[in-house]
């Protein structure tokens, strides 16, 4: 049976309990009854018998209950206690113990694991997630028990996610309720009108306005009256037009001519930044890009000679060396050299420079080495992105060539394009009044006239006149009729080239009726299963899903289409099969091509639009002309204009503006801007720029087509693909690798041939393989995308590690470090924790005694035999010893047991293993350990050694014959006959008389009781333990130092040491104290002779003994030793740096360091390579300067620039030399210039610019003027 459990020890928890008690209690009761008595007063004065009335009464008892509230201690949930123990320590699970479907664990640190949405030692409470980040929602989070939900803000809706919060797209159903464009915004929406109209009150309506004096004409910046009631909007400087032509957005200076840069541009705080590639220097005027010389300005530290190239430089060797593996340093070889330039130039198309390598091939400028690095070729500048061009751009050798669209020109500087104002030409074509407009012009009518057709001739609007006849629908058709068909165009027989005579004249109205037609046919017959026109035709062209006839000579159409290859809609008025069968749409519908369904023009309903109007006529009997321009529809009632689909306006005479279309122009295109054009104004339908096709323009042309519906088939030789936009052969670079020569690797971020690729990989990816497009993931993480982390066992790149982690450890995905579970310690979680701790980190102290060890994991002595109790400091109970007290002992007649071993101490008077044989003769005492000493035959008693003498003897021992006394006459120190012999017993033992011998004191033994007996009695056996030493005469124990019972058998209690525990042990901070001599044993992180001093930097463990493992200034945890990395690095003895493009503590923050440079791993600040600067290296070096830090100034002559990085001199056209010192014509600056006078040197023929004084081929002819300047100075 259990005890109660002590309410001090851990695990117990206290419980107010409620119980009934019944009792019994008493209650008097009273009756009455009538009683016989006698009395006085009767007849004759004598008594008589009467009655009275009597009370009577008694006792009783009843039940009663009453609740008693009472305080009980019981194992905490989750809690049980076994045998006599008095506290709770053993986990037990049962069905009440977690809440909310935890699952309850017998082992581990958490009683309860609880479900996501719970929380507490039970999973009693309910976790809040909306108090944390709200949740993750984007809008309100609301709390449930057990989860949450998000709830988005009104015009919002919640995302796929559940968290995130969408906009609710208004436009999308009935326009917004807008006349013209609506607009979405987040939360809500809005209605626009389009140039040349304003806002209504009511938000929705647009009223036409033709003036910037109302509210600016819409425009957000500049408004610009051009007059004829017609305006614009402008913006201010460096700022441009959105698509809506009213509000402005800052221009990217970059867009056009590429900002006036040679190679790259950046937009930096509106302006235009140029930069160069690697290799070349930004020039003086910050535009051009030239390249820079590592040879002339030193920075290629070449050993002999140095050859620069396009963007780099080679070093090549003298003749009898060779270059070593560095590329610079030079080695004497004992072979004979021959020039690899001197047989057909090495092979090289321009220059060559012998290596020992063979030779190395160069190129003049404009011109690059192809990949068997000695043929030149033209450098591509419109593909390479070099040119200026605004708009189109022609390559060829040497150079390339702007050109503009139709309606631009070019413009003076070569580049750019200016628009063309066609209303200020001669040949405008606008009869009355013309726009221009960016790249075209646009025609408008006087009062009274609407455009024709054309859109640009006026005519008067005679649809004015009411009485004007209908036309003949029939004829607006310009069908032809036959015997029960009806024809829009003369037919043909298939496969053959046939006509009718139509339309039919009067003499052959008769034959038509008739069904007779006369045939006029040219008969040709197709061969190989082709058809067509021409033959040039077979099944494999059948096109919309059509399928090839039985005799593999016409295609069978889909219901909609026609033509010979079923490539042509049915003709207007004809759907269906064939296009056999006509429409039946009235009013002017238009007919669905394949189920002839009618699709009616605005204002007109109905299923064959038969509720309405033919067009340009309203009225109860339609019989009202509409007064709208092109003769366009009005509403049948009230004669309002209705516009077209594709028309806006007043007058529904203007097209609708770029972009957008339908009715209204209300819907915008469904179109890729960046490949198309605009859509039709009336469908949508996407019109595609050259290079892409598809209903959005989404699709590149297929390899090996090009140009504007890429209907055009490439003609390249070797099957190389063309440009899918002008058609131009280009070959397709292999995996990897991108330019016009293949020879620029892919950028971060695109892999595969030409780099068309993007990389998929996510965030946790470094960068993607740039031939397979195959993800290089950071170190923990894995997948094809890089989104997973090391499954568990692995870590560290790819996830190639395994795990060393033992007992269950947890182990760092990143750098495998290991976190242990409760107790465990060390790298690899391979060690129990150090005797005298435990629980997790080994951070908890155990409280065992009496050399009792605790479990490692979760502290719960285990106890040495003969002790028990939770912290081993009870003995075993009398009768039982051993492990656990679990064993009963047998001695008998009084014994005692030890509680360590069971071993029996004897009571005087036994002995034996049990004590259960009484001394043997000769023998007393405690385990008969003692001798008796009775002479002479005497007996001595087995408890107290008392003699019991024969006849004729007498004594302690027996020792005194009767016969003898005689010779007790001998005194004190002498015996034997006569008294003549001296005793010779030391320390007090007595002389026999008669024969000498000493009977020794307790305490001493020998001969003559010379000597002490060893560590006791000389009788008794001392059971003192270790150390302990018995008192020589009582035998009572004498304990060591820090010993205390009667046989030493106890420790000190915890907070005392020395001899007889007197001393207060003093130290601190929970450390142990030595019993022995109080010295103080130290837990984790503390040292010092009292353990008052935690652990100096470099030292943790207990009495902080253990070095820390800490590299790179890490601090390490004084108890643990786990280390704390200083920014900038990681680990598990913080041995590793960040890894590229990360720094700070834990690595956790991204580098934001511009031009792809990294950072100080520890700070973060951006490590500038050579030629930029700024805090972001965001900055190239100014003109003038290069270097680290551009702390270095160009020493060019005549302001020549040079590379940003080394400082090369990079010389213009004409100039040559380390400085640009040198004047250079004609190939390769080989020839030297002969101008004087400070001519300029023509860089391509040497031709002498020559000063305003001189003439000549090289200016040393003075003119006139100067010759009179001369002769001036002779006279003088």
Request: charged residues 20%; negative net charge; contains cysteine.
């Amino acid at each position: 049976m259990s005890l109660n459990p002590d309410p001090l020890l851990p695990n117990v928890c206290a419980e107010q309990e409620l119980s009934m008690l019944g009792a019994r209690q008493p209650c008097v009761q009273a009756f009455t009854r009538m009683v016989k008595v006698w009395k006085q007063g009767c007849t004759g004065h004598r008594w008589c018998v009467g009655y009275e009335r009597k009370t009577g009464y008694y006792t009783a008892y009843r039940q009663v209950y009453s609740m008693d509230v009472h305080r009980v201690y019981r194992c905490c949930p989750g809690w049980t206690q076994r045998g006599k123990e008095r506290g709770c320590l053993h986990r037990v699970c049962a069905a009440t113990t977690c809440f909310n479907g935890g699952r309850c664990a017998e082992r581990g640190d958490q009683i309860c694991q609880c479900p996501v949405g719970f929380q507490g030692t039970r999973c009693q409470y309910d976790v809040n997630e909306c108090s944390t980040a709200n949740g993750g929602c984007e809008g309100h989070c609301c709390n449930t028990i057990g989860s949450f939900y998000c709830k988005c803000p009104e015009g919002s809706r919640l995302g796929p996610d559940g968290k995130a919060c969408q906009d609710v797209n208004e436009c999308e159903e009935l326009n917004g309720g807008c006349q013209q464009t609506c607009v979405n915004t987040a939360g809500s929406y809005h209605c626009e009108c389009s140039q040349g109209f304003r806002m209504h009150t009511d938000g929705r309506t647009c009223i036409a306005v033709n003036s910037c004096s109302v509210k600016n004409g819409g425009c957000e910046q500049k408004c610009v009256d051009m007059g004829n009631d017609h305006y614009k909007c402008e913006c201010r400087m460096n700022y441009q037009l959105k698509r809506d032509g009213k509000h402005c957005e800052l221009r990217d200076p970059c867009v056009d001519r590429n900002g006036g840069c040679a190679q790259l541009c950046r937009s930096v705080d509106g302006q235009a930044e140029c930069s160069c590639r690697p290799g070349y220097t930004l020039a003086r005027d910050s535009q051009g890009c030239e390249d820079i010389d590592e040879c002339s300005s030193g920075q290629a530290m070449c050993a002999h000679r140095c050859v620069n190239t396009q963007g780099s430089f080679s070093c090549v060797c003298n003749p009898g060396f060779e270059l070593g593996s560095d590329g610079k340093q030079c080695y004497r070889i004992e072979m004979e050299i021959v020039n690899s330039c001197e047989k057909n130039n090495g092979g090289c198309s321009h220059h060559c420079e012998h290596t020992t390598n063979g030779p190395l091939c160069s190129c003049n400028q404009a011109y690059q080495v192809a990949e068997d690095r000695k043929t030149c070729v033209d450098s591509d500048e419109c593909e390479s992105g070099e040119a200026c061009c605004s708009q189109f751009c022609k390559n060829y050798p040497g150079g390339y060539e702007c050109s503009c669209k139709a309606g631009y020109r070019l413009h003076a500087d070569g580049c750019g394009c200016n628009d063309i104002d066609e209303c200020l030409a001669e040949s405008s074509v606008c009869e009355h009044y013309c726009v221009n407009t960016l790249g075209t012009y646009e025609c408008f009518c006087r009062m009274g006239f609407r455009l024709d057709i054309d859109q640009r001739a006026s005519l008067y609007d005679s649809d004015l006149d009411d009485e004007e006849e209908e036309d003949d629908p029939e004829e607006d058709l310009g069908v032809h009729r036959l015997p029960d068909l009806l024809f829009r165009q003369p037919p043909q027989l298939l496969q053959y080239t046939a006509a009718l005579h139509s339309p039919y004249g009067d003499d052959e109205e008769e034959e038509a009726q008739r069904g007779e037609l006369t045939l006029v046919s040219h008969i040709g017959m197709c061969l190989d299963d082709s058809f067509g026109y021409d033959c040039g035709v077979s099944c494999a062209d059948c096109e919309n899903g059509a399928v090839c006839g039985a005799d593999r000579d016409r295609c069978e159409c889909t219901p909609g289409w026609t033509g010979v290859i079923c490539n042509e809609t049915c003709p207007v008025g004809t759907y269906g099969q064939a296009c056999n069968s006509l429409c039946r749409c009235q009013n002017g519908g238009s007919c669905e091509p394949v189920t002839g369904r009618c699709v009616c023009p605005p204002g007109v309903q109905g299923q064959l639009c038969e509720d309405g109007c033919p067009q340009g006529y309203f009225g109860k009997h339609c019989r009202w002309r509409c007064n709208c321009p092109n003769n366009g529809r009005c509403h049948r009632l009230y004669g309002a204009c209705l516009c077209a689909p594709g028309l806006y306006g007043r007058f529904c005479h203007l097209p609708c503006p770029r972009w957008t279309h339908g009715v209204g122009c209300s819907e915008e295109c469904d179109c890729v801007l960046e490949h198309s054009l605009g859509c039709h104004p009336k469908n949508g339908t996407c019109l595609c720029k050259p290079g892409h096709h598809g209903s959005q323009c989404q699709q590149e042309c297929d390899p090996g087509f090009y140009g504007s519906g890429c209907g055009q088939q490439c003609d390249c030789p070797g099957g190389a693909t063309c440009d899918p936009r002008s058609g131009e052969c280009t070959w397709r670079c292999p995996a990897g690798l991108h330019g016009n020569l293949c020879q620029l690797a892919c950028e971060e971020g695109s892999w595969g041939s030409g780099c068309s690729n993007r990389c998929q990989c996510a965030d946790r990816a470094l960068s993607c393989d740039a031939v397979t497009g195959r993800c290089v993931c950071e170190a923990g993480f894995t997948g094809d995308h890089c989104e997973q982390m090391c499954v568990e066992g692995s870590y560290g790149w790819s996830c190639a590690l395994d795990c060393q982690c033992q007992h269950g450890a947890l182990c760092d995905h990143v750098s495998g470090a290991c976190t242990c579970s409760s107790g465990w310690t060390g790298t690899f979680c391979e060690k129990m924790c150090p005797d005298g701790f435990y629980g997790l980190d080994c951070g908890q102290m155990c409280e065992c005694r009496n050399g009792a060890r605790c479990h490692h994991i979760t502290g719960a002595c285990l106890c040495t035999p003969g002790w028990s109790g939770p912290h081993c400091i009870l003995a075993c109970p009398e009768g039982g010893f051993g492990k656990n007290c679990s064993r009963s002992c047998e001695c008998q007649n009084g014994a005692t047991c030890d509680h360590v071993s069971g071993r029996c101490s004897c009571g005087a008077g036994w002995t034996g293993a049990s004590c259960q044989e009484a001394c043997p003769a000769g023998r007393y005492g405690e385990d008969c350990s003692q001798l008796c000493l009775c002479q002479h035959g005497g007996f001595c008693d087995s408890v107290t050694g008392q003699c019991s003498c024969p006849r004729g003897w007498t004594g302690a021992a027996c020792e005194l014959g009767l016969c003898s006394l005689p010779l007790l006459d001998c005194g004190e120190g002498s015996y034997g006959e006569g008294c003549t012999q001296t005793c010779s017993c030391q320390n007090g033992g007595a002389c026999d008389r008669v024969t000498g011998g000493c009977s020794c004191p307790p305490g001493w033994t020998g001969e003559h009781c010379q000597t002490a007996c060893p560590s006791g009695d000389c009788a008794h056996l001392c059971s003192c333990g270790e150390g302990g030493q018995c008192h020589p005469v009582t035998g009572r124990c004498i304990c060591a130092p820090g010993k205390i019972g009667q046989s030493c058998q106890q420790a000190c209690p915890r907070g005392r040491y020395g001899l007889q525990c007197r001393n207060t042990c003093v130290c601190q901070n929970g450390a142990l104290c030595e019993p022995r001599d109080g010295t103080c044993r130290c837990g984790l992180g503390w040292t010092g002779p009292r353990c008052e001093t935690v652990c100096v930097q470099g030292k943790y463990g207990p009495d902080c003994a253990l070095d820390c493992p800490c590299q790179n200034n890490g601090t390490c945890d004084r108890f643990t030793g786990c280390c704390s990395c200083t920014a900038g690095h990681y680990g598990h003895s913080c041995e590793h740096r960040c890894p590229s493009g990360f720094f700070g503590q834990n690595c956790a923050r991204p580098c934001d360091c511009r031009a792809g440079q990294t950072c100080d791993h520890a700070t973060g600040r951006c490590v500038c390579p050579p030629g930029y600067r700024g805090f972001l290296c965001q900055r190239r070096c100014e003109a003038g300067r290069f270097g680290e830090g551009c702390q270095q100034s160009c020493d060019c002559v005549g302001g020549a620039p040079c590379h940003q990085a080394m400082g090369q001199c990079l010389c213009p056209p004409g100039k040559t030399g380390q400085r640009c010192e040198k004047d250079r014509f004609g190939p390769d600056c080989s020839l030297q210039c002969q101008c004087s006078h400070q001519a300029q040197c023509d860089a391509r023929n040497g031709r002498c610019l020559c000063p305003v004084t001189w003439l000549g081929p090289t200016c040393t002819e003075g003119t006139r003027e100067r010759a009179g300047y001369i002769h001036k100075d002779l006279e003088h």
